[in-house]
């Protein structure tokens, strides 16, 4: 199981215990690594919740206002559809710096601002990585997403020279 955590929490539900999220923060800084690695991160987790609740993976990328209006934008190009993208590019991107402060306890310089739409195309890109594919590679071993977030491993070919020499 790739999600263990969550199996875990059902079998605690089975068994009538109770089971509560966390308030308190973790801090999880990724300060090393390529933006590679972390699209590969993000896209195994979008590969999970695609797995556990396809209904509700399905919908993910409307909870992004930016991202909902430049399709909007994209399908219907007009002078409306581009002020409702500036509206809500500026409304997300504000909203991510006010959570930031939150979260962080303090706000991060506005020059990283732009990064928020940055953030929604690579999300956007990692939820269409998700639909297209369900292996995964975790610690060097590609490995297959099933049902629930089983994995079993991927039979990798042999190219025809390597399988002649043995």
């Known amino acids: ?8 929490g059902r079998r605690f539900l089975e068994r009538g215990q109770r089971i509560a999220t966390s308030f308190h923060q973790v801090e999880n800084r ?24 396809p209904a509700c993976f399905a919908f993910e990328p ?6 909902v209006a430049g ?11 581009a002020a409702l ?6 409304v997300q991107t504000l909203a991510s710096l006010l959570a930031m402060r ?11 601002a732009p990064l928020e739409l940055v953030r929604v195309v690579v999300m956007f890109g990692c939820w269409v990585n998700a639909w297209a594919s369900r292996t995964i590679v975790w ?16 039979a990798t070919k042999r190219p025809v ?5 043995g």
Do not use: Q
């Not at 590679?36 to 987790?45: G, I, K, P, T, V």
């Not at 399709?71 to 559809?81: H, K, L, M, Y």
């Open 71 to 81: 399709i909007g934008f994209v399908v219907a190009p007009g002078r409306s559809t």
């Open 30 to 53: 990724n300060v090393r690594g390529s933006l590679a690695r972390m699209f590969d991160r993000h896209s195994r987790w979008a590969k999970m919740r695609r797995v556990i609740a």
């Open 102 to 112: 939150h979260i962080r306890g303090h706000g991060l310089s506005w020059k990283y």
């Open 85 to 90: 993208l500036a509206l809500a590019a500026v």
């Open 161 to 165: 020279w390597a399988r002649a020499r």
């Open 1 to 8: 199981m790739l999600a263990e955590d969550l199996v875990i």
């Open 139 to 154: 610690r060097g071993h590609s490995l297959l997403l099933g049902k629930g977030s089983t994995i079993t491993p991927v």
């Open 62 to 67: 409307m909870m992004s206002p930016a991202l």
